[in-house]
């Protein structure tokens, strides 16, 4: 039989389902910690959208990924939804709170460094999470993760870190002061909607993709990338807008006005 019906992925459940469980016991720990009387206690909902995030994770781990229609959701988990509910926990606020003064201070100086700058741009976010799919769907890659277990996860986990990355970069709750202004990262935010959509037409189409599928398969999961990617990319921007704090104009004292005329 032909490759185009019987391929699915090699998967290695078990111990990827370990992570979210044991980061999500981990978050709630040191939440729960935050509830001691000489703390600041923690945001219920912070709680929640975490905890939610480490379900859909563990539902993409959990999904039988029989066609290409269920690889579409899963990358739809992993990449998207899954990394929403993750960031808008703010576990960098969390980590900060629990760990030593000193770890936390050598960490807020690392991430001043200009390469850790470059990584937390919305630009790098977007090369390399829409740039991934292009590459992914473009080349002969996502045939090749059908024969090697080791590639089809190194894969899953790039689209789960850059998207971590990626919707850290939007809409981090984190207070980051080399973080990019939002007029940006709306750009950046546009650009990945129209990155996605255009891909999902290409799949639709059946035009340069190397996709082991049926066309039918094809316009299943090109209608999952294009209408899931859309309202996960409008739950980013709502997060965004609601996170947008606008910065204050600043009056000019007395003395600087009179150094200006």
């Known amino acids: 039989m032909s490759l185009t019906h019987t391929a ?12 979210p469980l044991v980061v999500g016991w981990c978050y709630l720990a040191a939440a729960l910690r935050q509830r001691e009387p000489d703390r600041a206690g923690w945001s219920h909902w ?3 959208a975490f905890a ?17 229609a269920a690889h579409m959701w899963q990358h739809l988990l992993l990449g998207m939804l899954a990394p929403l509910g993750l960031v808008l926990g703010a576990p960098g606020t969390l980590l900060l709170r629990t760990v030593d003064r000193r770890f ?6 690392a991430l001043g460094h200009p390469v850790a700058r470059t990584l ?9 999470t829409a740039g991934g799919l292009w590459l992914l769907y473009l080349t002969p890659l996502y045939r090749a993760t059908f024969s090697s277990s ?6 899953n986990l790039h689209f789960l870190l850059s998207g971590l990355l990626f919707t850290w970069s ?34 639709y189409a059946g035009l340069l993709v190397d996709v082991p599928a049926s ?34 104009r600043r009056v000019p004292t007395p003395a600087a006005a009179s150094a200006v005329t």
């Open 215 to 248: 066309p039918e398969q094809l316009r299943s999961g090109a209608a999952v990338m294009y209408y899931g990617g859309d309202l996960a990319e409008i739950l980013l921007a709502l997060a965004l807008l609601a996170s947008w704090r606008p910065q204050p």
């Open 150 to 155: 080791a590639l089809h996860d190194l894969v």
């Open 104 to 109: 936390g201070r050598a960490a807020l100086r």
């Open 46 to 48: 912070r709680t929640a």
């Open 170 to 203: 939007i809409a981090g709750p984190e207070p980051y002061r080399h973080r990019a202004r939002v007029p940006v990262r709306l750009v950046v935010l546009g650009a990945a909607i129209v990155a996605h959509a255009s891909l999902a037409q290409l799949l």
């Open 52 to 68: 939610t995030g480490c379900a859909l994770l563990a539902t993409a781990l959990l999904l039988p990924v029989e066609g290409f």
């Open 8 to 19: 699915q992925h090699p998967t290695t459940v078990g111990p990827a389902l370990l992570v």
């Open 120 to 128: 937390l741009h919305p630009v790098t976010g977007l090369l390399l």
